[in-house]
């Protein structure tokens, strides 16, 4: 029988091929294409051959590696604009590489004290610096935004219709009804789907020109939908969209959700960072009212894919919603005061995902993040300018690293964004991706590496320059 274990000969070849080249991608990132060319059919040709290859584990490991580098939009690198992905940061990945040794089962206290402690004590950390009372701040770590938010639209759900656990929607004689501004993540409309609400109970609210959410039209919609015999349950404010990194007025939010009694949860995935910035973090004020908060640590904070945090402080809530009872795993800890994750969360099974953050933080401080934080907020301020300087035409008003540009001659031109981005993409020296505002779309560029520099930005000006001259031709 082969031994799953290899011998250590074995393990020990195979991590020095591994260090190697994966030291050489994260040391030469820049010196890689952003992007590959997509060609579907021989992505999957290539992954059928590898499967069928008789290669030794050497070999399989070695074309891997190779074949990611490859077909992959390489997000940790300094001239990819796009989505919210980061570079992971080096703590982040030596704790993926602990957490893979290890393997803590995350379900349960028992199994995993040192990293369910961990990320108790994160939650209260993170919880505080939001403005949540020590003794209430509660939360759990989540895969990613989706699932904080999910966790979220349930938390409500509970707290407003308190019989919700048991008897589900069935329970309930008036459609409840959730809002969010038109800018929102449509995570928020997904996790209507998965509760049963489905997405009709999504109330899109509009925006202003600034692309915040309308706080008047708010009002006005709870209003009719009131008089029209539903019952809205929940409002949610995002701090820093998707598309634009508009954050909502969310001490106005905050004031309608209390007079009308519903759920306020911010959707911080992004945004939520900047509280770690002194400059920043008075943008989110009134967050420190809100009843939870979701935030990706796995974006602004730049630790490994699938990390998140849903926040609140209604230190029940979590347990109300997830606790269950179930007869095979070891019962708590002799009465300690510990909290069970899977009596918090949507998850069963589950990887340990604070250790991403501790270790970071650990490595770098709160003050090293808060130093990356104002350096990409920085490089934004500099992407304004340099577009500006160069007769772009700034079309988002955020006060975070997102910017969405195009040129006043193209306006209203959705194909001029369209040509500039693919023609950007195409050349694999920048990544950068098309929204719209105001209508018709716009190029969309974040800075959301930490290691992305002036000269970075300059060669993508440099490059919208010249796709502008070629559209024109
Ligand atoms: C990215 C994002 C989400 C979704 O988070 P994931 O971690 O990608 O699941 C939700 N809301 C906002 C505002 C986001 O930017």
């Known amino acids: 029988m082969t031994s799953f274990d290899l011998t250590p000969q ?10 190697g080249k994966l030291e050489s991608y994260y040391a030469d990132t820049d010196a890689l294409r952003v992007s590959p060319p997509l060609d579907i059919e021989q992505i999957q040709t290539e992954v059928r051959e590898l499967f069928e290859s008789s290669g030794s584990e050497l070999e399989a490991t070695n074309t891997l590696v190779e074949k990611l580098k490859t077909f992959s939009v390489h997000t940790p690198h300094p001239d990819y604009f796009g989505l919210y992905n980061p570079r992971a940061n080096f703590a982040g990945i030596l704790s993926d590489i602990i957490t893979a040794y290890f393997n803590p089962q995350l379900a349960a206290w028992s199994h995993s004290p040192f990293a369910a402690e961990v990320e108790s004590f994160l939650i209260k950390e993170f919880g505080q610096r939001f403005g949540y009372p020590s003794a209430n701040a509660d939360g759990v770590f989540a895969t990613g935004g989706a699932e904080a938010n999910l966790t979220a639209v349930l938390c409500a759900l509970k707290h407003t219709h308190p019989d919700y656990a048991v008897n589900g929607l069935m329970g309930l004689n008036k459609r409840p009804l ?62 820093g969209t998707t598309g634009t990194g508009a954050i909502d007025n969310l001490s106005a939010i905050h004031s309608i959700a209390k007079q009308y009694n519903l759920w306020f949860h911010v959707d911080g995935a992004y945004g939520g960072s900047a509280i770690i910035s002194n400059r920043l973090k008075p943008l989110l004020k009134g967050i420190e009212h809100s009843d939870s908060i979701t935030m990706d640590a796995h974006k ?70 808060e130093e990356v934080i104002n350096h990409q907020t920085d490089m934004g301020e500099y992407l304004r300018t340099s577009l500006t300087k160069n007769g772009w035409a700034i079309t988002n008003q955020s006060a975070l690293p997102v910017i969405c540009f195009t040129h006043p001659e193209y306006a209203n031109d959705s194909e001029f964004a369209t040509y500039i981005t693919s023609k950007v993409v195409k050349s694999g020296l920048a990544w950068v991706s098309t929204y719209p505002v105001q209508g018709t779309l716009k190029v969309r560029a974040c800075i959301t590496n930490y290691s992305t520099q002036k000269s970075n930005i300059d060669h993508l000006v440099q490059l919208v320059n010249d796709a502008k001259i070629e559209y024109e031709k």
């Open 10 to 19: 074995k393990r020990e070849e195979l991590l020095g091929l591994l260090l």
């Open 178 to 239: 959730v809002y969010c501004s038109h800018e929102s993540h449509h995570s928020i409309v997904k996790a209507t789907r998965m509760v049963g609400l489905g997405s009709d109970s999504v109330r899109n609210v509009a925006v202003q020109s600034n692309l915040t959410m309308d706080t008047e039209a708010l009002s006005q919609l709870i209003q009719e939908d009131l008089d029209a015999g539903h019952q809205p349950f929940m409002v949610v404010g995002t701090a």
């Open 300 to 369: 602004w904070m730049s630790v490994p894919m699938g990390t998140s945090m849903f926040l609140t402080q209604h230190p029940n809530i979590l347990s109300e919603t997830f606790s269950t009872s179930n007869n095979y795993m070891p019962k708590d800890a002799g009465g300690l005061q510990i909290v069970d994750p899977f009596n918090h969360s949507v998850q069963w099974s589950r990887r340990s995902l604070g250790l991403r953050v501790y270790l970071s933080l650990l490595f770098f401080g709160w003050d090293g993040y």
